[in-house]
C-alpha cells in the first residue's frame, strides 16, 4: 500500500509546487487534487498551462493519483443533472492532459419528494455514461462512498451494479457507516472489494476500526493508494512525519496478525 494525501483540507492553501514539495520531504508517493484548491488544477486550464501539470509531476516522485471533483448525479433537475455530466467529462479530459490515473465523483444525498429506487438508478445510469465516456481516454472514474444516507454501501453496490462498466471503481472513504451491528467494516467491505481502487483515509486516531481496514485492504492484496483527508495543521511537516509513522505502525502490526 502506497500513502499520498488528499489536498481537502490539509493541502488546500498550498500551490502545486509546495504540494509537491511537501510530499516528496515527508515521503507522500501521491496526491488527489480536489478542486477548488489553491493548486488551481481545474478544467479552465489552457493546453499549455496542463502540459506544465503534467511536467511537474513527471519531473518528481509524487504521482497525480486523481482530480477529487464535486461531481453528483442525485439531483431531481435534469438541467442539474447534465451540468453534473458534462462537468465530470470536462475533468476527465484534464485528467488525460495532465496525467491523473483517475477523477473521483460522489453521491451526495437522497432528495426530498423522490424515491431512493429511482435516485440509485439514476445515479447508476450517469456514472455508466461517464465511466464509458473516460474508458476511452484511458481514465478510471472512481465513486467515492460519500453522502448523507447514500454512504450505506449496500447503496453504492447498487449502482455500481446499476452503472455495470468495467470502468467504474471505487473510493472507500472510512467512514463510521462502514460499521455494521458488531462494529466491523468486513461486511461492507468485502460487498465492495473487487471495486476498491483507492481508499480515504482521515484521523488514525479516532474510533474507526483501522488495523481491521488495513488487514482486510492487506488481505485482498491492494498496492494502491491510502490517501490521507484530514484537517490542516500548523506544522504540516512535522503533522504528516507523525501520521506516516502510524499508518506504517498500522500496516506492520496488521501484517503480523
Known amino acids: 500500500m502506497k500513502l499520498g494525501i488528499v489536498t481537502y483540507m490539509v493541502a488546500a492553501e498550498w500551490?502545486?509546487?509546495?504540494?509537491?514539495?511537501?510530499?516528496?520531504?515527508?515521503?507522500?508517493?501521491?496526491?488527489?487534487?480536489?478542486?477548488?484548491h489553491k493548486h488551481g488544477v481545474e478544467p479552465s486550464l489552457s493546453k499549455e498551462e496542463r502540459m506544465a501539470v503534467r511536467k511537474k509531476f513527471e519531473n518528481s516522485p509524487v504521482k497525480l493519483v486523481g482530480l477529487g471533483t464535486a461531481c453528483e448525479y442525485h439531483s431531481p433537475d435534469r438541467g442539474e443533472l447534465k451540468k453534473n455530466i458534462e462537468e465530470t467529462k470536462a475533468f476527465v479530459l484534464l485528467a488525460k492532459d495532465t496525467g491523473a490515473e483517475g477523477v473521483k465523483v460522489r453521491p451526495n444525498a437522497f432528495p426530498e419528494g423522490v424515491s431512493r429506487e429511482k435516485t440509485i438508478e439514476q445515479i447508476g445510469l450517469s456514472l455508466r455514461e461517464v465511466s464509458a465516456f473516460a474508458a476511452d481516454y484511458g481514465v478510471k472514474i472512481r465513486l467515492e462512498v460519500h453522502g448523507s444516507g447514500t454512504w450505506h454501501p449496500p447503496y453504492i453496490k447498487q449502482m455500481i451494479d446499476i452503472a455495470d462498466h468495467?470502468?467504474?471503481?471505487?473510493?472507500?472513504?472510512?467512514?463510521?457507516?462502514?460499521?455494521?451491528?458488531?462494529?466491523?467494516?468486513?461486511?461492507?467491505?468485502?460487498?465492495?472489494?473487487?471495486?476498491?481502487?483507492?481508499?480515504?483515509?482521515?484521523?488514525?486516531?479516532?474510533?474507526?476500526?483501522?488495523?481491521?481496514?488495513f488487514s482486510l485492504l492487506q488481505g485482498m492484496n491492494f498496492n494502491g493508494f491510502c490517501l490521507a483527508e484530514i484537517m490542516g495543521n500548523p506544522e504540516p511537516e512535522r503533522f504528516l512525519g507523525y501520521y506516516r509513522a502510524l499508518f506504517n505502525a498500522y500496516n506492520k502490526i496488521a501484517t503480523l496478525k
Open 166 to 213: 468495467p470502468n467504474l471503481y471505487v473510493c472507500w472513504n472510512s467512514n463510521i457507516a462502514d460499521l455494521d451491528e458488531t462494529g466491523s467494516i468486513k461486511k461492507y467491505f468485502n460487498m465492495l472489494k473487487d471495486k476498491i481502487d483507492i481508499c480515504h483515509i482521515n484521523e488514525l486516531t479516532n474510533e474507526y476500526p483501522w488495523l481491521e481496514l
Open 15 to 36: 500551490d502545486l509546487d509546495t504540494i509537491i514539495e511537501k510530499c516528496t520531504k515527508t515521503g507522500y508517493e501521491g496526491v488527489e487534487l480536489r478542486t477548488t
